[in-house]
């Protein structure tokens, strides 16, 4: 079945410093989204990116699809307390139908030390 | 986007028992999704719950031990039946969020969970 493999699963930084997770899937996605987990929250949807090599900015975060639509990356510059969190990609199998199921990575926690 | 009411939003419960866990959508969607997650984990999709048919399990999950009702475009409940520890986590539902025509759909939005610790 399909795969959509995360990576680092942990990353501890300053504040200020930037942050980069990356995701990548056996197979190629029609899309690929991203959510953001607060410590004890649910999962809040943050962007869907749907064209082969699509960038996308929303202030400080930065996203990516890759030109194969296979792979993706979230950038967030110089890191805040309040970017602190489970980053979750969540890909699309392409070809599936328009309910296709969404297969989540195994997300990126990400702890910012003031 | 819609918003999504989920209740219980924790409970402990005697294993052995079962839990119900709702979820009210503000809107008429087509189709629900139950996840699981883990403590530290991701989501794992337990099954897709479409209005008027049986729902749609994944790998792993069978209908005896999670129960899903769908009545109405608008509510859908869980249950986790015959439960033991191992059935400890958070259980979310969600929907897709509505596209327009001819451009994909957006994420999905969650309700906020149900943490289930089983003794």
């Known amino acids: 079945g399909q795969q959509v493999m995360q990576i680092p699963q942990y990353q501890h930084v300053q504040e200020g410093e930037d942050f980069t997770t990356y995701c990548n899937s056996s197979?190629?996605?029609?899309?690929i989204q991203w959510y953001k987990q607060r410590p004890g929250g649910h999962p809040v949807f943050l962007i869907q990116?749907?064209?082969?090599?699509e960038v996308k900015k929303q202030k400080r975060l930065t996203f990516q699809f890759g030109e194969a639509k296979k792979n993706s990356s979230l950038h967030i510059t110089a890191t805040q307390t309040t970017d602190v969190g489970t980053y979750f990609c969540?890909?699309?199998?392409?070809?599936?139908?328009?309910?296709?199921?969404?297969?989540f990575g195994q997300g990126t926690i990400l702890t910012v030390h003031p | 986007s819609a918003v999504i009411s989920q209740k219980p939003s924790r409970d402990i419960c005697q294993r052995g028992t079962s839990l119900t866990i709702q979820c009210q959508v503000d809107?008429?969607?087509?189709?629900m999704f139950w996840y699981r997650q883990q403590p530290g984990q991701s989501l794992t999709l337990i099954a897709t719950?479409?209005?008027?048919?049986?729902?749609?399990?994944e790998s792993g999950f069978v209908i005896d031990k999670f129960p899903i009702s769908r009545p109405n475009l608008t509510f859908s409940t869980l249950t986790v039946s015959n439960m033991s520890p191992e059935d400890s986590s958070i259980y979310l539902c969600?929907?897709?969020?509505?596209?327009?025509?001819?451009?994909?759909?957006?994420?999905?939005?969650f309700g906020s969970g149900t943490r289930l610790t089983v003794v």
């Open positions: 990116l749907v064209k082969s090599g």
């Open positions: 197979t190629t996605l029609s899309n």
């Open positions: 809107s008429q969607v087509t189709m």
């Open positions: 969540a890909g699309r199998r392409a070809g599936g139908t328009s309910y296709g199921k969404l297969t």
């Open positions: 969600s929907v897709e969020g509505p596209g327009t025509v001819g451009s994909a759909r957006s994420g999905y939005t």
């Open positions: 719950a479409n209005q008027g048919s049986e729902a749609t399990y």
